[in-house]
């Protein structure tokens, strides 16, 4: 399991390194200058802020942020407030300052904590998202259910992550096989529960994987070497796996 430490490197290496930044931009369709977190795609910040269905003045959090790239576009788009959590300090502090210079610090807010035991009150928040970072989770609902407690009576949830085609594919680590969030969200108290495949981001991701494979790293970028590393061992279950958006009701 990775930990903030390894997290915290990651965030630093990327933010510095202008090939691994482009990588990412190409083949998930990102404009230019803009920090990825993750694996979403363009279009699909684009279907995670209609399904949160947030109104101008709203609170929106974003958990494990990162860099805080994909809360403050949707942010952006809806008018609303956002708090994003991330357990990596660097990635943190670059939120920050992107916040600053994409206009948003008046309403943008970044800190370090865990997102299985938020410090933010009952019930405070509109609507979450966590973006391909849930099966992370220890125990494995814990997120799930603090996504639960701070959201208020009818906010909407939007959560991106993979799923095993077949749960006891030992070709997976253990916290992938029990990726169910289907099962999972309605054990954690949501209602109107939705988990749809998504396989034109899972295209982009191995478009991704693949053009990370085939870059030359004449200069020893570390984040290069990190990124084919992960490139590397997702495309050994690439196949066994399936990308999914899941959106629920509190």
């Not at 920090?35 to 279907?47: A, H, Q, R």
């Not at 994909?70 to 788009?77: H, L």
């Not at 800190?111 to 099966?135: E, F, L, N, P, W």
């Not at 220890?138 to 407690?149: M, Q």
Request: with cysteine; net charge negative.
């Amino acid at each position: 399991m990775p930990d903030a430490t390894e997290f915290d490197a990651w965030h630093g290496d990327v933010a510095s390194s202008s090939l691994v930044n482009s990588l990412f931009q190409r083949a998930l369709g990102l404009p230019p200058g803009f920090d990825s977190n993750s694996l979403l795609t363009w279009s699909g910040i684009s279907e995670v802020a209609a399904a949160l269905r947030l109104s101008a003045g709203q609170t929106l959090v974003d958990l494990a942020c990162g860099r805080g790239a994909y809360g403050m576009e949707v942010a952006r788009r809806t008018g609303a407030r956002l708090a994003g959590f991330d357990f990596a300090p660097s990635a943190v502090a670059i939120a920050l300052r992107n916040a600053v210079s994409r206009d948003l610090a008046g309403r943008a807010w970044f800190g370090v904590d865990d997102y299985t035991a938020v410090a933010m009150r009952d019930h405070c928040a509109d609507a979450v998202m966590c973006i391909d970072a849930v099966q992370f989770s220890e125990p494995p609902l814990a997120a799930l259910r603090e996504f639960r407690r701070i959201l208020v009576a009818g906010g909407r949830l939007a959560v991106t992550a993979w799923e095993p085609i077949e749960p006891v594919d030992d070709r997976l680590p253990e916290r992938m096989r029990r990726m169910n969030l289907s099962r999972d969200l309605r054990e954690a108290g949501f209602s109107h529960v939705e988990v749809t495949e998504k396989p034109d981001w899972y295209a982009a991701e191995r478009t991704l994987w693949e053009s990370a494979l085939e870059a030359e790293n004449a200069d020893g970028d570390p984040a290069l070497v990190s990124l084919q590393k992960e490139g590397a061992r997702a495309l050994e279950t690439f196949a066994v796996k399936r990308r999914v958006l899941a959106t629920a009701t509190a």
